[in-house]
C-alpha cells in the first residue's frame, strides 16, 4: 500500500484516532442538535490541515496549515465542552475527548516550533 509522508507523523495518526473516537461520540447524539456537525467539521479539519500543511515546501505555509489544524483542534475542544454542558456525553467522554486534543496540539506545537525560529507560545 503507497504511504505519504504524513501519514508517518504521530500527530497525525492521532488526529486521525481522535475522528474515530468522534465518530463514535456523536453515534449518540441525535443529529438535529447543531454541535454535531461542529465538530464532526472541525475534527476532520485536523488531519486533514496537518497532511496539507507537510505536504508544503516553505516553513512557513507549513506553520499556517499546522495553525489551522491547532486551531480546529481546540475548536473540537470547545465542542466536548458544550455537549457536556448541555448534558449530551458524559465527564469521562469529555476528559477521554480532551485527552487526545492535549497530545495533538502539543504535538502540534512541536511542529510549529520545528518549523519557525520565531514562534513561541
Do not use: W
Request: charged share 25%; glycine share 6%.
Amino acid at each position: 500500500m503507497p504511504s505519504f509522508d504524513h501519514e508517518k507523523l504521530s500527530v497525525y495518526q492521532a488526529s486521525i484516532e481522535f475522528v474515530a473516537f468522534a465518530d463514535e461520540l456523536l453515534s449518540d447524539v441525535p443529529k438535529s442538535v447543531a454541535i454535531c456537525n461542529q465538530l464532526d467539521r472541525a475534527a476532520c479539519s485536523v488531519p486533514l490541515n496537518i497532511a496539507e500543511g507537510n505536504g508544503k515546501f516553505t516553513p512557513k505555509d507549513r506553520c499556517r496549515f499546522f495553525d489551522i489544524a491547532r486551531g480546529s483542534a481546540l475548536e473540537c475542544a470547545a465542542c466536548l465542552d458544550v455537549l457536556a454542558a448541555k448534558g449530551l456525553i458524559g465527564d469521562g467522554q469529555q476528559t477521554n475527548g480532551k485527552d487526545k486534543l492535549v497530545r495533538v496540539v502539543q504535538m502540534l506545537v512541536g511542529l510549529i516550533r520545528a518549523n519557525s525560529d520565531e514562534r513561541e507560545f
